[in-house]
């Protein structure tokens, strides 16, 4: 997975912060990889069990849910 460096940085400014170093971006940029891969499969899980190929935002929002 690829999340952009440049949106993470301005979330993290958005937040507050006045300077963010790269390291800190990265280490954010690897967390929400992490989460996003579990909840994908556990959204793809939910999709399969509705017999279908195809994941829905209801599915997203359920495994988010139920994380």
Do not use: F, H
């Not at 997975?1 to 937040?15: L, Y």
């Not at 912060?17 to 793809?44: N, T």
């Amino acid at each position: 997975m690829a999340i952009p460096k440049a949106p993470v940085n301005r979330i993290i400014k958005d937040a507050g912060a006045e300077r963010v170093s790269a390291e800190a971006v990265d280490a954010l940029v690897a967390y929400l990889e992490e989460d996003a891969a579990a909840i994908s499969k556990k959204a793809i899980e939910y999709a399969k069990i509705a017999k279908r190929q195809t994941v829905k935002a209801d599915d997203i929002a359920l495994a988010i849910k139920n994380e």
